[in-house]
């Protein structure tokens, strides 16, 4: 079945470092990808998501790129913040089929 | 306005027990969901509720009964709750099912459940 692995946490950065959280997934077509974050105390919000092949989503200063290829979907910021700590969550989706989401990553942003 | 909402924020109970989570959205969505969320962070989906139509069913315990009185409102009700239920419960909807014309889901802020 489809299934969606993310890196194992927890990642802690100082702020203003790169960030890159990888996520890979399996998948019978061709899916939708997203990646979701939780703040502490919230519930999941949707960061950014691609629905085909070399599709790029972006908000907030994260992207990350549909590679069919690798089937990957990694999340990337060039410089990150403390307020950009939560876990985050990467998530497929596929025509007639629920959401499947990855374990989490809990990131860390010391100042 | 919150979109999706969900009561209680926290559950605190005794095994054996049966208790109600309420979910309610806003957003004209057709399709409800629920999560639950493991000690790990891991979302395991539990149900879906398309326009009062139950449609997903992943194999949860058949303590777990959802109850959907309109299609703003899918309320999770367990009975004889067991330790192992404790978790964090998410609730969430999109316009139509996940995955049909690729769907956002838009999430609650979740119910803490602990059963002592």
């Known amino acids: 079945g489809d299934s969606v692995t993310q890196m194992e946490g927890p990642v802690t950065l100082s702020e203003e470092a790169f960030l890159t959280i990888n996520c890979t997934y399996t ?7 997203f990646w979701y974050v939780q703040y502490p105390g919230e519930g999941l919000q949707l960061l950014l998501k691609a629905t085909k092949a070399d599709d790029k989503g972006s908000n907030k200063g994260f992207e990350a790129t ?6 990957s979907f990694h999340l990337e910021k060039g410089s990150v913040q403390v307020s950009d700590s939560a876990v985050y ?14 374990a989490g990553t809990r990131l860390t942003v010391k100042p | ?53 139950l449609i997903i069913n992943e ?7 959802p109850k959907s009185p309109d299609k703003a409102h899918l309320n999770l009700h367990i009975n004889s709750l067991e330790l192992g239920d404790s978790a964090v419960y998410f609730c969430a909807s ?21 059963v002592l």
């Not at chain 2, 194999?59 to 009964?65: D, E, L």
């Not at chain 2, 999109?94 to 119910?111: D, I, N």
């Open chain 2, 94 to 114: 999109s316009q139509r099912l996940a995955g049909v014309g690729q769907e956002t889901q838009y999430f609650g802020p979740g119910t803490r459940l602990l």
């Open chain 1, 27 to 33: 998948a019978t077509g061709y899916p939708s990808l």
């Open chain 1, 66 to 71: 549909y590679r069919k290829e690798t089937t």
């Open chain 2, 1 to 53: 306005d919150t979109a999706v909402s969900q009561t209680p924020k926290y559950l605190v109970t005794q095994m054996g027990n049966d208790k109600s989570i309420k979910c309610e959205q806003n957003l004209g969505h057709d399709t409800m969901y629920w999560y639950k969320q493991d000690s790990k962070k891991f979302l395991k989906i539990m149900f879906s509720y398309n326009n009062k139509e």
């Open chain 1, 89 to 102: 969550f990467c998530a497929l989706s596929e025509d007639n089929n629920d959401m499947r989401f990855g």
């Open chain 2, 59 to 65: 194999t949860v315990p058949n303590r777990f009964s």
